[in-house]
């Protein structure tokens, strides 16, 4: 047995279960182990069912005198079951889990854990888990320890989970010799603790502080995987040379012109970040340039003016977007900024095979500029002159959209760019292979967004107020409906909500006004329509889940409803307010919230405009040393470690660089898969 063997192979588990996990990207045992607990509960305390207090939670075990069902008028049906153990009898009591009484038969070994409730003179408990056990010293997966809590999604139970994730570990320990990975010195410099003992302490922690060791010990894995791919990738990128590299002083005067023209002026930090790409370009080494700006900061514009030198130069630019929406944007985008130019755009996405705009198009099907979503580089398109690569939203280079190019035989410039504020320090260290530039100033003229809490109470005030602005201003608005947990059962959900607020919006509060409706369930041609339409100002409402949250740009709307809004993460509120505000008219975010006392982060969040602001208040809200809960919410995409944890990435980088100075590659094939499959799962998702 290996950890890169498949799921089938996990013992006791029905196909179905299996393929639940591969949505959930869950393929081989390793990424099994590492989908790790989002917290854990504490059930360590055993009590014999004499000893139990009222108000505390216990473990307790005992035999099944009787279990029975009793349904009530409500049609409710509860199940009791009585437990006896040496000391005394207790009842137990589940509701709507008939099913339960077929297996708790008298005589059956049961391990309860969950609060102790008083009624009268008698105790109960709250089963909050529970499990059958064959023999009295049967280890406990579910009770009487400190018990792992995941994510649930795709339909797959915390219960499911805990009990797949102990035959994966016995697996582990039964089969496989060793799985360490990294050299022993390395991990001894660093203290950490050994890898199996890290899965098996993550799961199913003896104690919290070993729990927390071993989270250590995964983050760690986790940041020298990502720093050693961009370290090695660093090195390469330095030992190589471009197909051409480009000239910029001979086509100053092009280049001067279509800047003049532009409907705007550059900001001096897009002009500083034009300057840095302007070096690069002409550089004999590719660039591998990285900008960072928050939510309208005015990244597209840059990225077009680099395109343009690839184009005066006679190369091909290829943009890659992360989703379908955002590719068709950008590429009415760019062809605005381009229509007095003689450059041909392209666009391909899985939904629209490549448009040619006007006649300037030659018959060869060949373009300036292609703009699609990542599945651009699989089409059989004519790239055979692509000298600029640009990846928006994204704050990783794709290690192997790189390697697909090269195969082609290019090697092309590199261009990435992303709103997540990632601190630059953080930044530097994490992605220490690229260079950083950041627009860090928004374009003049832009009002700072006036963001209030609104609670219930005030809710039809707002309705009138906003109906007032669209008669006045001619405005646009956007409501976002509560974003419900992910998951496919949860999509559906969010889907139906939005379809009734849609309803209730159109039919009641704006009848007089045109709605429209985007949801993540449309196919993505009839997405763009709703987004088009929406664009050509055909409505005033558009009503969506959080599908409008990526880079969606519309200037003429002011006003940003988020319905729910205690239940989104700073960032994803950042991001939704920055779909408004791109104009030099004022514009408003309206954070409506159920719960009426005041939340400390959305009235923060109203106060502060700034993403990097924000992205620092949640990490210091989160805690850096908190053990439960570190996961990122939409900042940046690290699976176990924190950027907060700056000692970790510190350590880890130090280790980085030992091990490139002392070791290659090909003396750790293990080391060598971790690099490729990081490598692998950098390809957008789309
Ligand atoms: P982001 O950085 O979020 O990708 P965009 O590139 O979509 O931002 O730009 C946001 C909006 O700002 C667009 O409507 C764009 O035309 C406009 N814009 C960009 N640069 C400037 C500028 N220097 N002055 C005024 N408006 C600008
Ligand atoms: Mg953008």
């Known amino acids: 047995m290996n950890l890169s063997d498949p799921l089938e192979l996990l013992p006791r588990t029905k196909s179905i279960t299996v393929n639940k996990f591969k949505l959930l990207e869950l393929h081989t045992f390793e990424d099994l182990l590492n989908y790790i607990p989002s917290r854990y509960e504490d059930y360590t305390l055993k009590s014999t069912i004499d000893k139990v207090q009222e108000g505390e939670i216990v473990t307790i075990k005992g035999r099944v005198v009787e279990a029975k069902n009793i349904y009530t008028r409500n049609r409710l049906k509860i199940q009791k079951a009585t437990i006896e153990d040496e000391t005394g009898k207790i009842e137990i009591t589940w509701y709507n889990q008939p099913y339960l009484?077929?297996?708790?038969?008298?005589?059956?070994?049961?391990?309860?854990?969950?609060?102790?409730?008083?009624?009268?003179?008698?105790?109960?408990?709250?089963?909050?888990?529970?499990?059958?056990?064959?023999?009295?010293?049967?280890?406990?997966?579910?009770?009487?320890?400190?018990?792992?809590?995941?994510?649930?999604?795709?339909?797959?139970?915390?219960?499911?989970?805990?009990?797949?994730?102990?035959?994966?570990?016995?697996?582990?320990?039964?089969?496989?010799?060793?799985?360490?990975?990294?050299?022993?010195?390395?991990?001894?410099?660093?203290?950490?603790?050994?890898?199996?003992?890290?899965?098996?302490?993550?799961?199913?922690?003896?104690?919290?502080?070993?729990?927390?060791?071993?989270?250590?010990?995964?983050?760690?894995?986790?940041?020298?995987?990502?720093?050693?791919?961009?370290?090695?990738?660093?090195?390469?990128?330095?030992?190589?040379?471009?197909?051409?590299?480009?000239?910029?002083?001979?086509?100053?005067?092009?280049?001067?012109?279509?800047?003049?023209?532009?409907?705007?002026?550059?900001?001096?930090?897009?002009?500083?970040?034009?300057?840095?790409?302007?070096?690069?370009?002409?550089?004999?080494?590719?660039?591998?340039?990285?900008?960072?700006?928050?939510?309208?900061?005015?990244?597209?514009?840059?990225?077009?003016?680099?395109?343009?030198?690839?184009?005066?130069?006679?190369?091909?630019?290829?943009?890659?977007?992360?989703?379908?929406?955002?590719?068709?944007?950008?590429?009415?985008?760019?062809a605005k900024l381009f229509k007095n130019q003689l450059v041909t755009i392209g666009l391909q996405t899985g939904a629209q095979k490549s448009i040619k705009i006007d006649s300037k198009t030659d018959e060869t099907g060949y373009f300036d500029i292609v703009i699609g979503t990542h599945a651009l580089l699989n089409e059989s398109l004519k790239l055979d002159k692509v000298g600029l690569v640009i990846i928006d939203e994204q704050h990783r280079f794709g290690v192997k959209q790189r390697s697909m190019l090269k195969k082609k035989g290019f090697n092309p410039h590199l261009l990435t760019m992303t709103a997540t504020p990632i601190p630059r320090t953080v930044a530097l260290t994490l992605y220490g292979e690229l260079d950083l530039s950041v627009i860090d100033e928004m374009p003049a003229g832009r009002l700072p967004i006036k963001t209030w809490v609104i609670p219930q109470i005030k809710r039809d005030k707002a309705y009138t107020w906003i109906k007032e602005q669209i008669r006045q201003h001619k405005t646009q608005v956007f409501v976002v409906c509560p974003l419900i947990e992910e998951s496919e059962i949860e999509t559906m959900k969010s889907v139906k909500a939005v379809k009734v607020e849609y309803e209730n919006l159109k039919e009641k509060i704006f009848k007089d006004w045109r709605v429209g409706l985007l949801h993540g369930k449309l196919k993505p041609i009839e997405k763009s329509k709703v987004m088009n339409a929406f664009k050509d100002k055909q409505f005033d409402i558009l009503v969506a889940t959080s599908v409008v949250e990526v880079g969606i740009d519309v200037p003429n709307a002011t006003i940003m409803i988020i319905e729910g809004a205690e239940r989104y993460g700073l960032a994803q509120l950042h991001q939704l307010r920055g779909r408004v505000g791109r104009s030099d008219k004022q514009s408003y975010c309206m954070l409506f919230t159920a719960s009426e006392e005041s939340n400390q982060r959305l009235q923060y969040f109203a106060k502060t405009n700034s993403g990097m602001q924000l992205a620092e208040f949640d990490l210091k809200l989160r805690g850096s040393g908190d053990i439960y809960g570190v996961r990122q919410h939409g900042y940046a995409d690290l699976k176990v470690a924190s950027f907060s944890d700056f000692e970790l990435i510190t350590k880890s980088k130090n280790s980085v660089k030992y091990f490139m100075s002392k070791y290659s590659l090909d003396q750790f094939p293990q080391i060598k898969e971790k690099v490729d499959t990081y490598g692998r799962l950098e390809i957008g998702r789309d």
Not at 163 to 171: I, P, V, W
Not at 215 to 231: G, H, M, V, W
């Open 101 to 334: 009484v077929q297996l708790l038969k008298p005589g059956v070994l049961l391990s309860v854990a969950g609060e102790v409730k008083r009624f009268l003179n008698t105790y109960t408990i709250q089963p909050a888990e529970y499990e059958i056990l064959k023999t009295d010293d049967q280890p406990t997966i579910h009770t009487g320890r400190i018990v792992p809590i995941y994510p649930e999604k795709k339909g797959l139970s915390t219960k499911t989970i805990r009990e797949k994730m102990r035959y994966a570990l016995q697996s582990l320990e039964t089969n496989v010799e060793n799985i360490e990975w990294l050299p022993l010195d390395i991990q001894n410099f660093n203290t950490l603790m050994d890898e199996i003992e890290a899965y098996r302490q993550i799961h199913f922690p003896d104690t919290k502080e070993r729990a927390q060791k071993a989270r250590n010990r995964l983050a760690f894995d986790e940041l020298f995987t990502i720093q050693l791919s961009n370290a090695i990738i660093k090195k390469e990128w330095e030992d190589e040379k471009v197909g051409s590299s480009l000239q910029i002083e001979k086509y100053q005067k092009e280049i001067d012109v279509f800047i003049n023209n532009l409907p705007f002026s550059l900001t001096n930090a897009q002009k500083k970040v034009v300057d840095d790409i302007f070096k690069d370009l002409t550089k004999q080494t590719p660039m591998n340039r990285f900008i960072q700006g928050d939510v309208g900061s005015g990244k597209t514009v840059v990225a077009a003016i680099a395109a343009y030198i690839a184009h005066l130069n006679g190369f091909q630019t290829l943009y890659m977007a992360p989703t379908e929406i955002l590719a068709q944007q950008h590429y009415s985008t760019v």
